[in-house]
């Protein structure tokens, strides 16, 4: 590698001031300090925050401050130039402009996108009214805080991992909760049903209550257009009183910057395995992207493709990103749940499971040829991490997998692992 | 209260071990006595546990008459009348008793007395047949009478000490360590051992042959033709002959050549017995369990014999008793081939002339084999069976099981309530055990020892001696049986060895003919032959009548021409060969820490802690040639039999044989009666089994999984399809259960919830899943404390060890750390699994011990005594301590 210092600098322009768009700068300013002069634009408001720890501030658990990453500080003493609350409306590829909503014209040499998602609406009649809230940003967190304070009934739509997080920090904050899903089970693409039936027990215990396998037909409204309650698709149309509506039945990649300016998208924008577009001199990372025909919603992967778009953009050479494995977990006081990978019993799989009922653990680990490809574990997670490791580095586990359901600790041999999930 | 102790005797093996035991309260606690001659104070593992086994769990407390409780008087007149009515039908010989070396002296002899003089048939035979029958037979051609002529003392004394056929250090461990001990302070003694295993005993010996099986003949006679030949000559009658028949086996090479053992251990052992004047032969069942055991008998104590090692300090062929009154039985004439107290059948007159009996019998009975043969056939009509367990300890245990299946009456005396016998009598009459008995037993030295009981006989049970008299007396014998204590049965016991005894017979207990009751009671250990009251009464101590510690001194024998004979014998093999279809010889044998068929052992969870299993033994060659691997299960089958055991490869275990221990049975293994498999062939002369040597087979028992249980209540697996094979192994608050299956339940939550008797879908259960390995593992919890866990895996291997779990079941709840790793089944940190135990006597298991050999640096086996106590009370444990350290050192 030679030493570009002498060399005149790029200008990199990043669409986006989410966590890929900012981790993928942070690795730059490691590998390559010098390389560019950066600009960075995001369409909220604030400066660089952890999305994946609102639920804990919506839960009361964390206040804003504590999940801010990166102060307006960092963006100065790195010599970054960064517009908030200013979305970019038009990539000018000819001419290698980008044009915020405000006018601002600014070119690049390098264009990074990480416009991130929006939350997927049910388009079912009534879901514009006010008091139906999604669950995204830290916006989303403080219409939900104050709908709280009044108390009264909130229905979350989703069963999922953000509907879970949003129903109990809800509840947490005095609201009646319930949870409607469409599904049976809970978290259904995290947890195979015995888990989900243990989680949704514990919810109960606490308090929440559920609609399973309900589909929503309609949210009903007041004349001032608020929100009132539900109507279930159902035999007896029958309907359920609601204060808000929280939606939480997933994420759209947002696509619509760079299908405008006639970048390949699928459900995501489509980058190849260094993250460019196919447009080599635009790259994306993050939940707006399709890569090999995934989309991923989690931060795991954000982190492996971060690293290596900006290995890329630093001219090191050719790392590749393959793909990521990913884990989840819940972010709900002391529920503890853990998924990784594939756990369905998809042939040539091994399934090996633990329970204790008593003290409410569960644990499910599929194998396939001697290697660990899905994990689901609840009540005891510590050991999450490290499954997790195993899976993504595909170690052979014949040799401890008798010991393999009770954990590291059994192992002495192998690194600890911290618990790390989205 | 305080503390009471008691002087008593150990009831495990021959060498009659003296026993203080204390009661405190309601503890009982046992230690070695210190003024036994025979111990000195020392105690094997199975004496120092003793205590463990005076529980009532599992005892037999009350009659049962055709499964039902009955009243004593039901019982004994049923016994009385079905024996008095077969006798009126088909005679005497139509009846007969089936009695037992656990017998004490006063026991047997009213059971002889009753058989033999009032019956009047001699069908009363005993357990000591199975053991000791062959060194009877050996002794009379000899000596003329049944006699050992040495003393232990002598092993001590011995400059060569030769064992023979006899695992010492396991199943005569306290004699076995004084031989060890008198050799450490002096390096010129030497110890030789003759035995076809490299077993404990053999590690610790100087040379070790190890003869093909049945080959002791053939090196008996090759050491006496190189005796002869080395210029020893005797004048002895019968040595010519024997002389002469020992030559025809040829030289050294020749003799190497048929025993399967390389010539210069030969030449070794020849020369080094040659020039060894202070020379014993101890002999055990190795000699005496074969078709030519009288033989084998004849064979060692011609050498002793040609060399006039006899009667001297340190010079003797020695016997040593299996069984703690095997010498007791022998003395009263418990044997069917003797009549009483070292008298045959053409004493016949002067015997019914002492007993003043209606009837005597005056020819042989039938011996152990032949009895059950004559029960099976239907010629013996009634059996009375009396402390022993012959369904598992008969040779072809099965036709034995047939036979009292078949008998039209069967009356057991036992104080377990389920034995395999026990479980096929008509009539049960609960019998005192060791603890709560009185009375005198002799062991291997001649010594008699009171037995003394220390507990309160519990529920309905009553005194052997006491039972048989009752019965004499309902079947109108009452003159005879009038006894009203076993003092009184002693002293008309001691008054018949000397009953116009005028020198013609050695045994001769003239000087306790007199004994008042409280004389009786206070005992002290007094060797036979005893003659002079006086003396007796005025030492008031061991009774030194005159020095009855060597026989034979003066070179007399009781033989009508008062000299010792050489036999002339001729080596033959066992009685059957190994053929292609049986190519295996299998051997029968005790291992340390079981007695028996385990109805007293297996109450002791140290010692049943020892070898958890019933095993198989097999030579790396063989093992390989049939497939079966170590750890895993066998069948071994002969044409009689099979059962199923764990196989343990060992060089140790000669190529061609096959090494299954005893003990175990049907209420402790699903199928390792190995009694069932040993061929009923006798030896000619003494009736003994030749359990040493049955034609078998090995082949891998094909389990598709294997196993464990533990549980806090014992279960009944024997009811489970699911399981084929099943060993139960008491522990200290639980039980073990090792279980495999030659098929793969459907599932496997259902079907182990069956085994551990779990019934409620809310039980507190864990459960640990990996179907496609075969892996199943579940736990049932109860308030926190551990009630039972299953583990199952496709191979013994993948399992955890037990002992981590088994320390589980303390009684104290499971605590949370422990539960979570508790189907992994060991701690997360590996250094805190104690593994399995080594030391029984204070509980030292193998990690512990080898954490401190290395941490400590320890590099002997005292070293590891010192630090762990391990092996310094019994020692037993020492060889397997020895080889900790070794492996230990391998591995620096």
Not at chain 1, 326 to 352: H, M, N, P, R, W
Not at chain 1, 400 to 417: I, K, N, S, T
Not at chain 2, 632 to 639: D, E, P
Not at chain 2, 840 to 852: D, H
Request: charged share 20%; hydrophobic share 40%; glycine share 8%.
């Amino acid at each position: 590698m030679s030493d570009n210092a002498t060399q005149p600098k790029l200008d990199l322009v990043v669409i986006g001031n989410g966590m890929a768009g900012v981790r993928v700068i942070e690795d730059l300013l490691e590998a390559a300090p010098e390389r560019y002069s950066i600009t960075v634009f995001g369409a909220e408001p604030h400066a660089s925050y952890n999305r994946i720890m609102l639920s804990p501030v919506l839960a009361g658990d964390k206040d804003f401050a504590e999940i801010e990453t990166h102060g307006r500080e960092w963006y100065v003493d790195n010599d970054i130039a960064l517009y908030t609350g200013e979305a970019v409306v038009e990539i000018d590829r000819r001419r290698r402009m980008v044009v915020s909503e405000s006018g601002r014209e600014i070119g690049y040499d390098r264009l990074l996108l990480a416009t991130g998602s929006t939350p997927f609406i049910l388009p079912v009649p009534g879901h514009t009214l006010d008091g139906v809230i999604s669950f995204r940003d830290i916006g989303d967190v403080h219409r939900m805080v104050e709908a709280s304070e009044k108390g009264g009934k909130a229905v979350v739509i989703g069963g999922g991992l953000l509907g879970l997080e949003a129903g109990y920090g809800l509840h947490k904050r005095g609201m009646d909760v319930t949870i409607v899903h469409l599904m049976d089970t809970l978290m259904e693409r995290q947890l195979d049903p015995t888990a989900a039936d243990l989680l949704q027990y514990s919810l109960t215990q606490r308090g929440l209550s559920f609609r399973m396998g309900a589909k929503t037909a309609a949210i009903l409204g007041d004349e001032a257009g608020r929100v009132t309650g539900l109507r279930f698709d159902d035999a007896d149309d029958s309907e359920i009183d609601a204060d808000i509506v929280v939606m939480a039945v997933g994420i759209r990649p947002n696509v619509e910057l760079a299908k405008t300016a006639g970048l390949h998208c699928e459900k995501g924008i489509v980058v190849n395995d260094t993250m460019q577009t196919y447009d080599p001199r635009i790259y994306a990372v993050g939940e707006c992207v399709e890569h090999r025909h995934s989309v991923y919603g989690l931060v795991a992967p954000l982190w492996d493709q971060a690293s290596v778009c900006a290995n890329h953009l630093a001219y090191r050479g050719h790392t590749q990103y393959e793909g990521s494995v990913t884990a989840t977990q819940l972010k709900v006081t002391g529920i503890d749940v853990y998924s990784a990978g594939d756990f369905s019993d998809a042939e040539g799989s091994e399934t090996l499971t633990f329970s204790d009922v008593r003290r409410g653990v569960y644990k499910r680990i599929v194998l396939r040829d001697d290697r660990i490809v899905g994990v689901v574990l609840y009540g005891d997670t510590r050991d999450g991490g490290w499954y997790f490791k195993l899976m993504r580095e595909g170690a052979d586990v014949s040799a401890f997998r008798d010991l393999l359901l009770f954990g590291q600790a059994y192992l002495p041999g192998a690194e600890p692992v911290d618990a790390e999930a989205a | 209260m305080n503390a009471v102790t008691t002087r008593t005797t150990c009831p495990y093996c021959g060498v009659g071990c003296g026993v203080n035991a204390v009661v405190d309260n309601d503890a009982v606690s046992v230690a070695g006595d210190s003024a036994h001659p025979s111990n000195l104070g020392s105690l094997c593992s199975k004496g120092t546990a003793l205590a463990d086994t005076v529980g009532l769990q599992g005892r037999l407390l009350h009659p049962v008459v055709d499964g039902r409780r009955a009243s004593w008087d039901d019982a004994l007149d049923e016994v009385a009348a079905r024996f008095g009515q077969i006798i009126a039908e088909h005679g005497p010989d139509a009846v007969a008793f089936y009695v037992s070396g656990q017998l004490l002296t006063e026991d047997y002899y009213v059971a002889n007395k009753l058989m033999k003089g009032y019956i009047g048939s001699a069908n009363i035979d005993t357990n000591s047949r199975l053991c000791m029958s062959s060194a009877v037979a050996g002794h009379k051609r000899a000596f003329g009478e049944d006699v050992v002529p040495g003393c232990y003392e002598d092993l001590e004394v011995a400059d060569l000490v030769v064992l023979v056929g006899s695992n010492t250090a396991w199943c005569h461990p306290v004699v076995y360590q004084r031989i060890v001990a008198a050799q450490e302070n002096d390096p010129n003694k030497k110890l030789v051992v003759i035995d076809p295993r490299r077993t404990a005993t053999a590690e610790g010996a100087d040379l070790h042959l190890p003869i093909a099986p049945g080959t002791d003949v053939h090196l008996f006679n090759g050491l006496l033709g190189y005796l002869a030949e080395n210029g020893v000559a005797s004048d002895l009658p019968g040595t010519q002959d024997a002389v002469a028949e020992a030559h025809k086996i040829g030289d050294i090479d020749a003799v190497a050549e048929a025993c399967g053992v390389d010539r210069d251990t030969v030449a070794a052992f020849f020369e080094l017995f040659a020039q060894t004047e202070r020379t014993v032969t101890v002999f055990s069942q190795g000699v005496n369990q074969s078709s030519a055991g009288t033989d084998k008998v004849n064979a060692i104590l011609n050498c002793h014999l040609l060399t006039d090692r006899i009667g001297k300090p340190g010079a003797c062929p020695f016997s040593i008793t299996g069984q703690p009154n095997a010498m007791g039985g022998r003395e009263v004439g418990g044997l069917s081939s003797t009549l009483a107290a070292h008298m045959g059948f053409d004493a016949a007159e002067r015997v019914q002339r002492f007993w003043g009996s209606p009837a005597i019998a005056d020819e042989p009975g039938l011996k152990a084999v032949e009895l059950f043969e004559a029960i099976e056939r239907g010629e013996v009509k009634a059996v009375w069976i009396m402390a022993t367990n012959p369904l598992v300890s008969l040779p072809h245990a099965d036709r034995a099981k047939r036979a009292l299946e078949a008998c039209e009456f069967v009356a057991v005396s036992d104080c377990m309530r389920h034995t395999d016998t026990v479980d096929r009598a008509h009539v049960l009459l609960p019998a005192a055990a060791w603890a709560e008995k009185s009375g005198t037993v002799t062991n291997s030295e001649r010594v008699i020892s009171r037995q003394r009981s220390f507990l309160p006989m519990p529920g309905d049970t009553r005194a052997d001696w006491d039972i048989i008299c009752d019965v004499a007396r309902r079947m109108g014998f009452a003159d005879g049986f009038d006894f009203d204590s076993a003092a009184a049965i002693f002293r008309e016991h001691a008054a018949l060895t000397a009953f116009e005894n005028d020198g013609e017979r050695v045994l001769n207990l003239a000087g306790l003919t007199d004994l008042t009751d409280s004389e009786y009671d206070t005992l002290k250990p007094v060797r036979w032959p005893i003659f002079a009251p006086q003396t007796l009464r005025a030492a008031g101590a061991m009774p030194v009548a005159q020095d009855s510690r060597r026989l034979f001194t003066d070179s007399v024998y009781p033989t009508r021409d008062g000299q010792a004979h050489l036999v002339a014998v001729t080596p033959r093999g066992p009685a059957n060969a190994v053929s292609n279809e049986w190519p295996l010889a299998l051997n029968t044998g005790r291992i340390r820490d079981h007695w028996h068929t385990m109805t007293r052992t297996a109450k002791s969870a140290r010692l049943a802690a020892h070898i958890p299993e019933p095993f198989v033994e097999v030579h790396p060659e063989d093992a390989k040639r049939y497939g079966v691997a170590d750890g895993a299960i066998a069948t071994v089958s002969t044409a009689l039999g099979e059962a199923h055991v764990r196989v343990i490869v060992t060089a140790g275990q000669r190529e061609g044989t096959l090494f299954v221990p005893m003990h175990w049975n049907d209420q402790f293994a699903a199928r390792a009666r190995v009694g069932a498999l040993a061929n009923p062939a006798v030896c000619p002369i003494s009736g003994e089994p030749e359990f040493k040597h049955t034609p078998a087979a090995i082949a891998p028992f094909d389990a598709a999984w294997h196993g464990f249980i533990l549980a806090s209540r014992p279960l009944q697996l024997a009811a489970e399809s699911s399981i084929d094979y099943w060993v139960k192994v008491p522990g200290e608050r639980f039980y073990r259960y090792e279980i495999a299956g030659l098929t793969t339940p459907d599932a496997w939550a259902t079907t182990a919830r069956s085994w551990l008797g779990v019934g409620e879908r809310t039980a507190d259960w864990l459960e640990a899943v990996d179907s496609a390995a075969g892996r199943y593992r579940a736990a049932h919890m109860d308030a926190g404390h551990i009630e039972a866990c299953v583990f199952v895996a496709p191979e013994p291997a993948a399992l955890p060890e037990r002992s981590w779990l088994a320390n589980l079941f303390t009684g104290e709840p499971v605590d949370e750390t422990e539960r979570i790793g508790l189907l992994a089944g060991r701690p997360a940190d590996p250094g805190a699994d104690p593994g399995p135990q080594v030391c029984s006597c204070f509980g030292v298991a193998r990690n512990t011990i080898l954490r401190a050999i290395d941490e400590q640096g320890l590099d002997s086996v005292a070293a590891v005594g010192e630090a762990l106590e391990a092996g310094t009370n019994c020692g037993s444990c020492k060889p397997e301590i020895a080889a900790l350290i070794a492996e230990t050192q391998a591995d620096e």
